[in-house]
Protein backbone atom coordinates (compact mmCIF):
# COMPACT_ATOMS: atom_id res chain seq x y z
CA UNK A 1 0.00 0.00 0.00
CA UNK A 2 1.17 3.39 -1.02
CA UNK A 3 0.77 6.12 1.80
CA UNK A 4 -1.10 8.66 0.05
CA UNK A 5 -2.30 11.99 1.47
CA UNK A 6 -5.87 10.53 1.62
CA UNK A 7 -4.38 7.83 4.02
CA UNK A 8 -2.62 10.44 5.59
CA UNK A 9 -5.68 12.57 6.74
CA UNK A 10 -7.46 9.17 7.51
CA UNK A 11 -5.01 8.23 10.00
CA UNK A 12 -5.02 12.04 11.29
CA UNK A 13 -8.87 12.13 11.67
CA UNK A 14 -9.07 8.25 12.70
CA UNK A 15 -6.27 9.13 15.53
CA UNK A 16 -8.26 12.86 16.74
CA UNK A 17 -11.51 10.89 16.77
CA UNK A 18 -10.04 8.36 19.25
CA UNK A 19 -8.26 11.13 21.62
CA UNK A 20 -11.98 12.89 21.91
CA UNK A 21 -13.18 9.23 23.19
CA UNK A 22 -10.43 8.66 25.42
CA UNK A 23 -9.14 6.17 23.20
CA UNK A 24 -5.69 4.99 22.71
CA UNK A 25 -4.65 5.30 18.62
CA UNK A 26 -5.07 1.87 17.09
CA UNK A 27 -2.76 0.10 14.66
CA UNK A 28 -5.28 -0.44 11.64
CA UNK A 29 -3.96 1.17 8.90
CA UNK A 30 -0.23 1.42 9.85
CA UNK A 31 0.41 -2.76 10.13
CA UNK A 32 -0.48 -3.42 6.71
CA UNK A 33 2.81 -1.37 5.94
CA UNK A 34 5.66 -3.38 6.86
CA UNK A 35 7.57 -0.42 7.66
CA UNK A 36 7.63 1.91 4.39
CA UNK A 37 6.33 4.97 4.55
CA UNK A 38 6.45 8.73 2.35
CA UNK A 39 5.80 10.87 5.22
CA UNK A 40 8.31 11.38 8.10
CA UNK A 41 5.58 12.04 10.66
CA UNK A 42 3.11 8.88 10.26
CA UNK A 43 6.44 6.74 10.43
CA UNK A 44 7.64 7.97 13.28
CA UNK A 45 4.09 7.67 14.73
CA UNK A 46 3.88 3.75 13.74
CA UNK A 47 7.00 3.06 14.96
CA UNK A 48 6.75 4.50 18.49
CA UNK A 49 3.51 2.21 18.75
CA UNK A 50 5.24 -0.77 17.89
CA UNK A 51 7.94 0.01 20.74
CA UNK A 52 5.84 0.35 23.15
CA UNK A 53 4.36 -3.02 22.46
CA UNK A 54 7.63 -4.56 21.85
CA UNK A 55 8.99 -2.88 25.16
CA UNK A 56 5.69 -4.68 26.99
CA UNK A 57 6.67 -7.99 25.78
CA UNK A 58 10.06 -10.30 27.61
CA UNK A 59 13.34 -11.02 25.75
CA UNK A 60 12.01 -13.91 24.08
CA UNK A 61 9.98 -12.05 21.18
CA UNK A 62 13.55 -10.21 21.59
CA UNK A 63 15.35 -12.77 20.08
CA UNK A 64 12.46 -14.01 17.62
CA UNK A 65 12.48 -10.61 15.63
CA UNK A 66 16.25 -10.26 15.36
CA UNK A 67 16.19 -13.75 14.50
CA UNK A 68 13.88 -13.11 11.68
CA UNK A 69 16.47 -10.59 10.46
CA UNK A 70 19.37 -13.21 10.61
CA UNK A 71 17.11 -15.66 8.43
CA UNK A 72 16.36 -13.25 5.84
CA UNK A 73 20.12 -12.40 5.27
CA UNK A 74 21.47 -15.81 5.40
CA UNK A 75 18.75 -17.49 3.20
CA UNK A 76 18.18 -14.33 0.72
CA UNK A 77 21.80 -12.83 0.96
CA UNK A 78 22.62 -13.79 -3.22
CA UNK A 79 18.88 -12.34 -4.12
CA UNK A 80 19.04 -8.68 -2.06
CA UNK A 81 23.00 -8.78 -2.48
CA UNK A 82 22.40 -8.53 -6.13
CA UNK A 83 19.90 -6.35 -5.88
CA UNK A 84 22.15 -4.30 -3.88
CA UNK A 85 24.61 -4.12 -6.33
CA UNK A 86 22.60 -3.67 -9.17
CA UNK A 87 20.96 -0.88 -7.48
CA UNK A 88 24.16 1.17 -6.37
CA UNK A 89 26.34 -0.04 -9.03
CA UNK A 90 29.11 0.09 -6.56
CA UNK A 91 31.41 -3.03 -5.34
CA UNK A 92 31.70 -6.60 -5.96
CA UNK A 93 29.00 -9.31 -5.90
CA UNK A 94 30.40 -11.94 -3.79
CA UNK A 95 31.32 -9.19 -1.02
CA UNK A 96 27.77 -7.84 -1.26
CA UNK A 97 26.44 -11.67 -0.85
CA UNK A 98 28.98 -12.10 2.19
CA UNK A 99 28.43 -9.40 4.01
CA UNK A 100 24.60 -10.51 4.34
CA UNK A 101 25.59 -13.91 5.05
CA UNK A 102 28.07 -13.27 8.33
CA UNK A 103 24.83 -10.96 9.83
CA UNK A 104 23.32 -13.92 10.71
CA UNK A 105 26.10 -15.34 13.24
CA UNK A 106 28.60 -12.35 13.76
CA UNK A 107 25.86 -9.21 15.02
CA UNK A 108 25.49 -9.48 18.33
CA UNK A 109 21.96 -9.51 19.65
CA UNK A 110 19.85 -10.05 23.12
CA UNK A 111 22.64 -12.13 24.29
CA UNK A 112 24.87 -9.00 24.90
CA UNK A 113 22.54 -7.07 27.67
CA UNK A 114 23.43 -7.18 30.87
CA UNK A 115 22.49 -6.56 34.03
CA UNK A 116 24.41 -5.23 37.12
CA UNK A 117 24.38 -5.38 41.03
CA UNK A 118 25.87 -3.59 43.61
CA UNK A 119 25.09 -5.47 46.92
CA UNK A 120 26.20 -4.01 50.79
CA UNK A 121 25.31 -3.28 54.10
CA UNK A 122 22.89 -0.97 53.10
CA UNK A 123 21.07 -2.59 50.53
CA UNK A 124 20.92 -3.76 47.16
CA UNK A 125 21.10 -1.87 43.57
CA UNK A 126 20.15 -3.28 40.55
CA UNK A 127 21.53 -1.24 37.56
CA UNK A 128 19.82 -2.37 34.00
CA UNK A 129 19.80 -1.01 30.56
CA UNK A 130 16.58 0.30 29.30
CA UNK A 131 15.65 1.11 25.70
CA UNK A 132 15.86 4.66 24.19
CA UNK A 133 12.48 4.48 22.64
CA UNK A 134 12.62 5.26 18.13
CA UNK A 135 16.07 5.70 17.07
CA UNK A 136 16.57 7.49 13.86
CA UNK A 137 19.00 6.27 11.83
CA UNK A 138 20.61 7.37 8.63
CA UNK A 139 22.69 4.65 6.27
CA UNK A 140 25.70 5.06 3.70
CA UNK A 141 24.98 3.75 0.04
CA UNK A 142 28.21 1.82 0.80
CA UNK A 143 26.94 -0.62 3.01
CA UNK A 144 22.60 0.04 2.45
CA UNK A 145 21.16 -3.54 3.49
CA UNK A 146 23.92 -4.92 5.69
CA UNK A 147 24.00 -1.35 7.70
CA UNK A 148 20.50 -1.10 7.97
CA UNK A 149 20.32 -4.88 9.10
CA UNK A 150 22.79 -4.81 11.94
CA UNK A 151 21.83 -2.05 13.40
CA UNK A 152 18.37 -3.54 13.03
CA UNK A 153 19.78 -6.15 15.18
CA UNK A 154 21.77 -4.22 17.78
CA UNK A 155 18.67 -1.66 18.50
CA UNK A 156 15.78 -4.55 18.39
CA UNK A 157 18.00 -6.47 20.82
CA UNK A 158 17.48 -3.62 22.75
CA UNK A 159 14.33 -2.62 23.14
CA UNK A 160 14.11 0.20 20.77
CA UNK A 161 12.77 0.31 17.23
CA UNK A 162 13.48 2.65 14.26
CA UNK A 163 12.84 5.11 11.51
CA UNK A 164 15.38 4.69 8.71
CA UNK A 165 16.42 7.84 6.57
CA UNK A 166 18.29 5.65 3.59
CA UNK A 167 21.05 7.20 1.32
CA UNK A 168 19.04 7.80 -1.78
CA UNK A 169 21.27 5.91 -4.13
CA UNK A 170 20.19 2.57 -2.04
CA UNK A 171 16.72 3.01 -0.98
CA UNK A 172 15.17 0.52 -3.10
CA UNK A 173 17.18 -2.40 -1.58
CA UNK A 174 17.12 -1.09 2.10
CA UNK A 175 12.72 -0.41 1.88
CA UNK A 176 12.58 -4.10 0.38
CA UNK A 177 15.03 -5.51 3.06
CA UNK A 178 12.74 -3.21 6.20
CA UNK A 179 9.76 -5.02 4.00
CA UNK A 180 10.91 -8.73 4.20
CA UNK A 181 12.12 -7.95 8.03
CA UNK A 182 8.83 -6.64 9.02
CA UNK A 183 6.65 -9.04 7.01
CA UNK A 184 8.76 -12.06 8.99
CA UNK A 185 8.57 -10.42 12.50
CA UNK A 186 4.46 -9.32 12.22
CA UNK A 187 4.47 -13.22 11.39
CA UNK A 188 6.53 -13.72 14.67
CA UNK A 189 5.10 -11.80 17.08
CA UNK A 190 2.01 -9.80 15.90
CA UNK A 191 4.07 -6.63 16.15
CA UNK A 192 4.51 -4.72 12.61
CA UNK A 193 6.51 -1.09 11.98
CA UNK A 194 9.29 -2.06 14.70
CA UNK A 195 11.38 -1.04 11.47
CA UNK A 196 10.40 1.93 9.57
CA UNK A 197 11.91 3.64 6.60
CA UNK A 198 10.86 6.62 4.19
CA UNK A 199 10.41 5.40 0.74
CA UNK A 200 11.58 7.97 -0.82
CA UNK A 201 14.46 9.84 1.59
CA UNK A 202 15.77 13.65 0.95
CA UNK A 203 17.82 16.10 3.27
CA UNK A 204 14.20 17.34 4.38
CA UNK A 205 12.94 14.21 5.86
CA UNK A 206 16.55 13.18 7.15
CA UNK A 207 16.74 16.44 9.52
CA UNK A 208 12.70 15.89 9.97
CA UNK A 209 14.11 12.83 11.61
CA UNK A 210 16.12 14.53 12.99
CA UNK A 211 14.19 17.21 14.63
CA UNK A 212 10.96 14.96 15.45
CA UNK A 213 10.11 14.99 19.29
CA UNK A 214 9.54 11.65 19.61
CA UNK A 215 12.93 10.61 17.89
CA UNK A 216 14.67 9.70 20.97
CA UNK A 217 18.58 8.67 19.15
CA UNK A 218 20.34 9.28 16.70
CA UNK A 219 22.37 6.73 14.90
CA UNK A 220 24.37 8.11 11.66
CA UNK A 221 26.55 6.00 9.08
CA UNK A 222 27.79 8.11 6.27
CA UNK A 223 29.88 11.03 5.19
CA UNK A 224 31.22 14.15 7.03
CA UNK A 225 28.57 16.69 6.36
CA UNK A 226 25.53 14.00 7.86
CA UNK A 227 27.73 12.94 10.51
CA UNK A 228 28.38 17.06 11.47
CA UNK A 229 24.26 17.12 10.92
CA UNK A 230 23.81 14.64 13.65
CA UNK A 231 26.18 16.16 16.65
CA UNK A 232 24.32 19.45 16.09
CA UNK A 233 21.09 17.75 17.38
CA UNK A 234 20.57 18.27 20.92
CA UNK A 235 19.86 14.67 20.47
CA UNK A 236 22.22 11.21 22.07
CA UNK A 237 23.76 10.87 18.93
CA UNK A 238 25.97 7.55 17.58
CA UNK A 239 28.20 8.83 14.81
CA UNK A 240 30.39 6.68 12.33
CA UNK A 241 32.24 8.96 10.80
CA UNK A 242 35.08 8.69 8.23
CA UNK A 243 38.40 6.88 8.07
CA UNK A 244 41.65 7.11 6.26
CA UNK A 245 42.86 3.72 7.19
CA UNK A 246 47.20 3.81 7.49
CA UNK A 247 48.89 0.50 6.87
CA UNK A 248 52.67 0.38 7.99
CA UNK A 249 55.44 -2.24 7.01
CA UNK A 250 58.66 -2.43 8.56
CA UNK A 251 61.66 -4.26 8.12
CA UNK A 252 60.71 -7.22 10.35
CA UNK A 253 57.76 -7.70 8.71
CA UNK A 254 55.99 -10.76 7.11
CA UNK A 255 55.99 -9.72 3.71
CA UNK A 256 53.86 -12.77 1.92
CA UNK A 257 51.74 -12.26 4.47
CA UNK A 258 51.79 -8.41 4.57
CA UNK A 259 51.17 -8.48 0.68
CA UNK A 260 48.44 -10.92 1.22
CA UNK A 261 46.92 -9.34 3.93
CA UNK A 262 46.35 -5.56 1.82
CA UNK A 263 45.13 -7.27 -1.16
CA UNK A 264 42.30 -9.29 0.96
CA UNK A 265 41.36 -6.03 2.85
CA UNK A 266 42.31 -3.66 0.71
CA UNK A 267 39.94 -5.17 -2.46
CA UNK A 268 37.10 -6.16 -0.21
CA UNK A 269 33.88 -4.87 -2.18
CA UNK A 270 36.37 -2.54 -4.20
CA UNK A 271 37.34 -0.73 -0.73
CA UNK A 272 34.20 0.74 0.16
CA UNK A 273 34.72 -0.73 3.73
CA UNK A 274 35.66 2.66 6.30
CA UNK A 275 38.32 0.14 7.65
CA UNK A 276 40.10 -0.97 4.32
CA UNK A 277 43.99 0.11 3.90
CA UNK A 278 43.93 2.98 2.16
CA UNK A 279 47.61 3.72 1.57
CA UNK A 280 50.57 2.59 2.40
CA UNK A 281 53.96 3.75 3.98
CA UNK A 282 56.67 0.69 4.31
CA UNK A 283 60.09 1.47 4.60
CA UNK A 284 63.11 1.17 1.94
CA UNK A 285 64.51 -1.55 2.94
CA UNK A 286 61.44 -4.32 1.78
CA UNK A 287 59.95 -1.37 -0.21
CA UNK A 288 60.77 -3.57 -3.63
CA UNK A 289 60.37 -6.81 -2.53
CA UNK A 290 56.66 -5.78 -0.79
CA UNK A 291 55.97 -4.55 -3.86
CA UNK A 292 57.03 -7.96 -5.66
CA UNK A 293 55.22 -9.73 -3.30
CA UNK A 294 52.04 -7.77 -3.75
CA UNK A 295 51.91 -9.26 -7.67
CA UNK A 296 51.76 -12.43 -6.62
CA UNK A 297 48.23 -12.13 -5.19
CA UNK A 298 46.15 -10.12 -7.72
CA UNK A 299 47.71 -6.92 -7.55
CA UNK A 300 49.21 -4.98 -10.71
CA UNK A 301 51.14 -2.67 -10.41
CA UNK A 302 51.26 0.87 -12.15
CA UNK A 303 54.02 3.00 -12.90
CA UNK A 304 53.88 6.97 -12.78
CA UNK A 305 52.06 7.95 -15.64
CA UNK A 306 49.54 5.26 -15.48
CA UNK A 307 48.91 6.75 -11.89
CA UNK A 308 49.49 10.18 -13.04
CA UNK A 309 46.08 8.76 -15.80
CA UNK A 310 44.28 7.33 -13.43
CA UNK A 311 44.91 10.33 -10.69
CA UNK A 312 43.30 12.91 -13.09
CA UNK A 313 40.30 10.49 -13.98
CA UNK A 314 39.77 9.74 -9.95
CA UNK A 315 40.00 13.59 -9.02
CA UNK A 316 37.93 16.43 -9.73
CA UNK A 317 37.31 20.04 -8.65
CA UNK A 318 34.65 20.65 -6.63
CA UNK A 319 33.05 23.91 -6.74
CA UNK A 320 35.42 25.67 -4.44
CA UNK A 321 38.62 24.38 -6.37
CA UNK A 322 39.32 21.91 -4.21
CA UNK A 323 39.97 18.21 -5.30
CA UNK A 324 37.72 15.70 -4.34
CA UNK A 325 37.21 12.09 -5.12
CA UNK A 326 35.40 11.61 -8.33
CA UNK A 327 32.03 10.05 -7.38
CA UNK A 328 31.69 8.19 -10.89
CA UNK A 329 35.22 5.80 -10.01
CA UNK A 330 34.03 4.41 -6.47
CA UNK A 331 33.69 1.41 -5.74
CA UNK A 332 34.58 0.13 -9.21
CA UNK A 333 36.48 -2.53 -10.77
CA UNK A 334 40.29 -3.02 -10.63
CA UNK A 335 39.90 -3.40 -14.46
CA UNK A 336 37.67 -0.63 -14.83
CA UNK A 337 40.26 1.42 -12.90
CA UNK A 338 43.15 0.14 -15.02
CA UNK A 339 41.15 1.45 -18.48
CA UNK A 340 41.53 5.08 -17.21
CA UNK A 341 45.05 4.20 -16.26
CA UNK A 342 45.68 3.28 -19.87
CA UNK A 343 46.21 -0.66 -19.22
CA UNK A 344 44.61 -3.87 -19.51
CA UNK A 345 44.85 -6.22 -16.72
CA UNK A 346 43.59 -9.59 -16.07
CA UNK A 347 39.84 -9.69 -15.16
CA UNK A 348 40.53 -10.98 -11.74
CA UNK A 349 42.79 -8.33 -11.01
CA UNK A 350 41.90 -7.42 -7.08
CA UNK A 351 43.78 -4.38 -6.66
CA UNK A 352 45.92 -1.96 -8.02
CA UNK A 353 49.38 -0.13 -6.67
CA UNK A 354 51.66 1.94 -6.94
CA UNK A 355 54.59 4.43 -5.71
CA UNK A 356 53.33 7.79 -5.11
CA UNK A 357 54.50 10.37 -3.13
CA UNK A 358 53.09 11.51 0.35
CA UNK A 359 51.33 14.33 -0.43
CA UNK A 360 49.74 12.41 -3.27
CA UNK A 361 45.53 12.84 -3.00
CA UNK A 362 45.79 9.38 -3.27
CA UNK A 363 47.30 9.42 0.49
CA UNK A 364 45.57 11.97 1.75
CA UNK A 365 41.88 11.38 0.94
CA UNK A 366 40.01 8.23 1.56
CA UNK A 367 38.85 7.29 -1.96
CA UNK A 368 37.28 3.93 -1.56
CA UNK A 369 38.30 2.32 -4.88
CA UNK A 370 40.42 -0.72 -5.32
CA UNK A 371 44.20 1.37 -5.58
CA UNK A 372 46.43 1.39 -2.78
CA UNK A 373 49.05 4.32 -3.16
CA UNK A 374 52.79 3.09 -1.67
CA UNK A 375 55.12 5.64 0.09
CA UNK A 376 58.45 4.60 0.14
CA UNK A 377 60.22 6.10 4.03
CA UNK A 378 63.35 5.69 5.30
CA UNK A 379 62.60 4.34 8.29
CA UNK A 380 59.31 2.88 10.76
CA UNK A 381 59.67 6.36 12.38
CA UNK A 382 58.83 7.77 9.48
CA UNK A 383 56.09 5.38 8.74
CA UNK A 384 54.22 6.14 11.70
CA UNK A 385 54.60 9.71 11.85
CA UNK A 386 53.05 9.86 8.49
CA UNK A 387 50.46 7.46 8.99
CA UNK A 388 49.56 9.27 12.27
CA UNK A 389 49.49 12.21 10.02
CA UNK A 390 47.48 10.67 6.93
CA UNK A 391 45.27 9.16 9.23
CA UNK A 392 43.50 13.11 10.23
CA UNK A 393 42.75 12.46 13.38
CA UNK A 394 39.95 10.32 12.57
CA UNK A 395 40.85 7.77 15.06
CA UNK A 396 39.22 4.96 13.05
CA UNK A 397 41.79 2.47 12.02
CA UNK A 398 44.94 1.69 11.59
CA UNK A 399 47.33 -1.01 10.90
CA UNK A 400 50.82 -2.65 11.06
CA UNK A 401 52.96 -5.50 9.69
CA UNK A 402 56.06 -5.78 12.31
CA UNK A 403 57.49 -8.67 14.41
CA UNK A 404 58.61 -6.08 16.66
CA UNK A 405 56.91 -5.66 19.43
CA UNK A 406 58.41 -2.71 20.55
CA UNK A 407 57.47 -0.93 17.37
CA UNK A 408 53.50 -2.18 17.32
CA UNK A 409 52.93 -0.96 21.19
CA UNK A 410 54.35 2.25 20.15
CA UNK A 411 52.56 2.61 16.58
CA UNK A 412 48.92 1.72 18.69
CA UNK A 413 49.65 4.31 21.29
CA UNK A 414 50.41 6.77 18.64
CA UNK A 415 47.79 6.37 16.42
CA UNK A 416 45.02 5.65 19.29
CA UNK A 417 42.35 4.66 16.75
CA UNK A 418 39.56 2.42 17.57
CA UNK A 419 40.73 0.06 15.42
CA UNK A 420 44.42 -1.50 15.38
CA UNK A 421 45.23 -4.34 13.47
CA UNK A 422 48.62 -5.72 13.76
CA UNK A 423 49.77 -8.89 11.17
CA UNK A 424 46.50 -8.84 9.26
CA UNK A 425 44.09 -7.57 6.91
CA UNK A 426 42.03 -4.67 8.11
CA UNK A 427 38.71 -6.91 8.13
CA UNK A 428 40.08 -9.21 11.30
CA UNK A 429 39.41 -6.02 13.34
CA UNK A 430 35.53 -6.43 12.83
CA UNK A 431 36.21 -10.47 13.41
CA UNK A 432 36.77 -11.83 9.89
CA UNK A 433 39.96 -13.58 10.29
CA UNK A 434 40.28 -12.06 13.76
CA UNK A 435 38.50 -12.49 16.86
CA UNK A 436 35.17 -10.04 18.33
CA UNK A 437 32.16 -8.88 16.87
CA UNK A 438 31.13 -7.58 13.84
CA UNK A 439 29.19 -3.91 13.15
CA UNK A 440 28.93 -1.60 10.15
CA UNK A 441 28.44 1.16 12.46
CA UNK A 442 31.77 2.35 14.09
CA UNK A 443 31.46 5.12 16.35
CA UNK A 444 34.63 6.79 16.08
CA UNK A 445 33.98 10.75 16.71
CA UNK A 446 31.46 9.65 19.29
CA UNK A 447 33.40 7.28 21.04
CA UNK A 448 31.27 4.05 21.10
CA UNK A 449 33.44 2.02 18.67
CA UNK A 450 32.07 -0.84 16.79
CA UNK A 451 28.48 -1.00 18.29
CA UNK A 452 26.62 -3.49 20.11
CA UNK A 453 23.08 -3.61 21.48
CA UNK A 454 24.28 -1.75 24.48
CA UNK A 455 24.99 1.17 22.69
CA UNK A 456 21.85 1.94 22.02
CA UNK A 457 20.39 1.27 25.71
CA UNK A 458 20.12 3.69 28.17
CA UNK A 459 21.13 3.23 32.43
CA UNK A 460 18.83 2.91 35.10
CA UNK A 461 19.07 1.89 38.51
CA UNK A 462 16.91 0.13 41.05
CA UNK A 463 17.56 0.50 44.79
CA UNK A 464 16.81 -1.34 48.06
CA UNK A 465 17.76 0.38 51.19
CA UNK A 466 18.26 -2.15 54.09
CA UNK A 467 16.97 -5.18 52.18
CA UNK A 468 17.20 -7.88 49.79
CA UNK A 469 20.83 -8.56 51.04
CA UNK A 470 20.45 -12.40 52.11
CA UNK A 471 24.47 -12.54 53.35
Known sequence: MQVTDELIRSVIQQVLAQMRNGQAPARKGLSVQHGVFADVEIAVAAAREAQREFEARGLEDRRKAVACIRKICSERAEELGREELEETKIGRLPHKIEKLKVIADRIPGVEFLRTEAFSGENGVSLQEYAPFGVIGVITPVT????TLACNAINMLAAGNSIVCNPHPSGARIACKGVHLFNQAIYEA?????????IEKPTLESAQAIFDHRDVRMLCVTGGPAVGRAALRSPKRAIVAGPGNPPVVVDETADLDNAARSIVEG???DNNLLCIGEKEVFAVAAIFDELCDQMTRHKAVRLDAGQI????KAAFVQNDKGHKVVNKDLIGKDAAVLAEYAGVKVPADTELLFGETEESHPFVDQEQMMPFVPFVRVPDVDTAIA???KYEHGFKHTSIIHSRNIETITRMGREMDTTLFVQNGPSTAGLGSGGEGYLSFSI???TGEGVTTPMTFTR???????RGMRVL
Open 189 to 197: IGIDNLITI
Open 386 to 388: LAK
Open 308 to 311: AALT
Open 143 to 146: HSLP
Open 443 to 445: ATP
Open 459 to 465: QRRSTTV
Open 266 to 268: AAY
